[in-house]
């Protein structure tokens, strides 16, 4: 079975167009219109052994902060898309990663219950041109449209651009766990027979 699934989103603000293959090699090809959120969601895939292809169109002359929510949504529902109701995944994904000073940890179900717990302190409004306060946005509405229960905790850190980083590599490497099917796995890894 081919884990795979293809995403339109098209609204007054944003037209997206998202293509992933959870069980790929890194492969990336990400258009957003915000360069900073194509170099996180690049780390994401690299480090998520995902392939991703993203083209996107918002009005960032707004603000980016549209096309950035979006993109979590969109990317959300590929995800539950792909993953065809948790069928023999191991469900649970967990990382910690290091970025110079800074040391953050992700810890994650797929539980078909969204919820998000973002421990972060970012000092900085901004890095580069990028508001820092849209990685929790995006992360929201992933969490919500994949169903996932998503933890992130800063455990140290000072530079914006470092933090986030960590953020999206430690978010890759956690659902490359989770997303694992594990043949021990009978239907779904859960008690009750459904996540």
């Known amino acids: 079975m081919t884990r795979q699934s293809t995403i339109k989103r098209q609204t007054n603000e944003t037209d997206i167009s998202l293509k992933l293959l959870v069980d790929g090699s890194g492969q990336t090809d990400i258009q957003t219109g915000v360069p900073f959120m194509d170099h996180m969601l690049t780390l994401l895939t690299v480090h998520g052994f995902f392939d991703l292809n993203i ?54 179900d797929i539980s078909n219950r969204p919820f998000l717990q973002y421990q972060v302190v970012i000092s900085e409004t901004k890095t580069g041109s990028f508001d820092t306060c849209l990685a929790k946005e995006f992360l929201r509405a992933f969490v919500l ?51």
């Open 55 to 108: 083209s996107a169109k918002g009005d960032t002359e707004v603000d980016d902060h549209h096309t950035v929510e979006d993109l979590g949504i969109c990317l959300g529902q590929a995800l539950k898309e792909a993953l065809a109701g948790g069928i023999g995944i191991k469900r649970y994904g967990d990382a910690a990663v290091p970025m110079d000073e800074t040391l953050v940890r992700v810890t994650l």
């Open 145 to 195: 449209h994949a169903g996932i229960t998503l933890h992130v905790d800063m455990i140290r850190g000072e530079n914006a651009h470092h933090i986030i980083e960590a953020i999206f590599k430690a978010l890759g490497k956690a659902l490359d766990q989770a997303t694992t099917i594990d043949k021990r796995i009978i239907g779904v890894m859960s008690s009750k027979g459904t996540i």
